[in-house]
Nanobody, 126 residues
Framework: QLQLVESGGGLVQPGGSLRLSCAASGFTLAYRTIGWFRQAPGKEREGVSCISDRGGTTNYVDSVKGRFTISRDNANNTVYLQMNGLKPEDTAVYYC???????????????????WGQGTQVTVSS
């Protein structure tokens, strides 16, 4: 069964850090672009970060630049999102997703991604 599984979410105080993981099973993440998205209550799902197949290209939404870092370990079939300096407005369910075409561009278009994980909750609150 092809699936992505996110982990690492939780409750953290403002200014704290979390590292999210996105592990693939049933297929290899290599050669494929991976995106992280988030959805807050009452809001649309938005792109947060993406990384190209070899990690040479990364993109971030303006609101997380300088605080979040995306990386990948193809040998372990996992992509990470290191989140530092967390703010209450970062509270959301975070999803990872994969673009189906190999060596695709790093984008934030939701329709570009075809396989999604179940999400992991991140709550930033004092």
């Amino acid at each position: 069964q092809l699936q992505l599984v996110e982990s690492g979410g939780g409750l953290v105080q403002p200014g704290g850090s979390l590292r999210l993981s996105c592990a693939a099973s049933g297929f290899t993440l290599a050669y494929r672009t991976i995106g992280w998205f988030r959805q807050a209550p009452g809001k649309e799902r938005e792109g947060v970060s993406c990384i190209s197949d070899r990690g040479g290209t990364t993109n971030y939404v303006d609101s997380v630049k300088g605080r979040f870092t995306i990386s990948r370990d193809n040998a372990n079939n996992t992509v990470y999102l290191q989140m530092n300096g967390l703010k209450p407005e970062d509270t959301a369910v975070y999803y990872c997703a994969i673009r189906p075409v190999v060596r695709s561009a790093c984008t934030f278009g939701r329709s570009d991604y075809t396989l999604w994980g179940q999400g992991t909750q991140v709550t930033v609150s004092s």
